[in-house]
């Protein structure tokens, strides 16, 4: 890491004002490590919300299976079909995908890789690479550098008690095959075997502070450049997860309200059916109108929610630039992007069978009411995506990374060609 200094003299503080300060500067840190967890321990209850979706919509999904085996088996248009079919089923998985991702934050947020080997090593040789997943926050080891003659013998007589390292490694060889287990565990890691019996105990009790993340070179400096590196860190995957929270929060809204929605027009067919709900002659097209035209309001309401948080944070710092200026970051942007090519996808498939269920349901006045519809839930979605400046490019690479499972933005050539 490059220094931070700016000016600053040196010679002008002691090495003892120094020290204070640097422990000074951890405790700041532990306080603000301790409240980026505390959001992100409401974020990840948060993430729960998935729970809700079947909640409030779990006669969603059998009537709106209803609407469509039903219009199938009677041979009704195929365009009514599949474009409800294909928005009923992106506006469900949508929110899904957004908690599912919001949980993979997670996990980065409170997760990083223990390393062990060397880099560069190679995948196949002996002292390769190896992950190893750990918690974020290493295990706490006191400084070497913190300690004199006398207090050094006295940690040492403290970490050599053996209710210790009972904590750690078992007291006495009737441990029901423990140490065969870690011994084997560590072999297969990184290659290297303790003695066997309580000969090895200080190996093992080395690999599991090892576990931990805790290093052998622990100097309050090293602690200061270790906590900066964990911050930062840290706030910057927050500022992912909480908005991925409330784009989902968002969405989940939006579609719960949709699925009622159109699972209450479906409820009201299955009463007007003569045949009892067994829509002998096919599902009313004035029905399938309703539910088109559901998910043709759906689309931009979806568009608009994934749009609004980042909106709403420039509007309240106001004089920092443009909105545009966001979508320069293709990370940062890359659920919203994506989601808003599913609405368009959406609303492509609603509109056609607005349109095809009016016509077939009022003939030419059907078909003129289903294109202004239409026409407005077009513009709604245009209106909704004003200040939405990604690109098509941007939007549709950003779909194929979250699908493939890659994080945008995909390597520039522009930025590769001059380093060649």
């Known amino acids: 890491m490059t ?27 532990e306080v603000r490590l301790s409240t980026i967890h505390r959001v992100g321990q409401a974020l990840l209850g948060g993430s729960a919300l998935v729970l809700l979706l079947p909640l409030f919509i779990r006669d969603g999904f059998p009537k709106m299976t209803t ?16 474009g409800i079919g294909v928005a009923a089923l992106v506006s469900v998985v949508l929110p899904v995908a957004a908690i599912y991702l919001l949980v993979g934050d997670l996990l980065g947020f409170y997760f990083t890789s223990n390393i062990f080997g060397a880099p560069g090593a190679g995948h196949h040789v002996p002292d390769r690479t190896v992950f190893n997943p750990r918690f974020v926050i290493p295990g706490l080891g006191f400084n070497n550098d913190e300690l004199n003659e006398r207090t050094r013998a006295l940690l040492d007589e403290g970490r050599n008690d053996e209710w210790t390292r009972a904590l750690l490694v078992p007291r ?12 084997t565990r560590t072999f297969e890691i990184w290659g290297t075997a303790a003695p066997e019996g309580l000969a090895g105990d200080d190996d093992r009790l080395r690999q599991m502070f090892r576990f931990a993340g805790l290093n052998s070179d622990r100097t309050l400096a090293h602690d200061v450049a270790r906590s900066e590196a964990l911050l930062a860190k840290h706030v910057l995957s927050i500022r ?12 989940l809204i939006a579609t719960t309200v949709a699925t009622l929605a159109a699972s209450g027009i479906v409820e009201e067919a299955l009463h007007s059916d003569p045949s009892g709900g067994r829509f002998a002659g096919g599902f009313p097209y004035r029905y399938l109108f309703l539910v088109a035209l559901v998910y043709v309001i759906w689309a931009p309401v979806a568009a608009r929610s994934v749009t609004a948080p ?9 004089g920092v630039g443009r909105h545009r200026d966001v979508y320069l970051d293709k990370l940062l942007t890359q659920f919203e992007s994506a989601t808003v090519l599913a609405t368009l996808v959406v609303l492509v498939g609603a509109v056609a069978a ?7 349901a009022g003939g030419g006045t059907g078909l003129g009411v289903g294109i ?13 995506l004003a200040s939405y400046t990604a690109g098509p490019r941007q939007t549709i690479t950003a779909l194929a990374l979250l699908v493939r ?7 520039s050539k522009t930025m590769r060609e001059p380093r060649t």
């Not at 609407?67 to 599949?82: E, K, N, P, T």
């Not at 992912?240 to 969405?251: E, G, H, N, S």
């Not at 607005?354 to 077939?360: A, K, M, V």
Request: neutral net charge; charged residues 20%; proline residues 2%.
């Open 3 to 29: 220094s931070m200094n700016n000016g600053v003299v040196g010679d002008e503080i002691s090495d003892e004002e120094s020290r204070a300060a640097m422990r000074g500067f951890l405790q700041r840190s």
């Open 67 to 82: 609407l469509l085996v039903s219009s199938y088996d009677a041979g009704q248009h195929w365009l009514v079909i599949v």
């Open 172 to 183: 006495s060889l009737d441990d029901a095959g423990w140490r065969d287990r870690f011994d």
């Open 240 to 251: 992912i997860v909480v908005l991925r929270y409330t784009k989902a929060l968002l969405l």
């Open 310 to 318: 980042l909106r709403m944070i420039q509007r309240h710092t106001p």
């Open 354 to 360: 607005l349109i095809t269920s009016g016509y077939q």
């Open 372 to 384: 202004v519809l239409g026409s407005v839930g077009v513009m709604l979605w245009v209106v909704a």
């Open 405 to 411: 499972g890659r994080e945008a933005p995909a390597v």
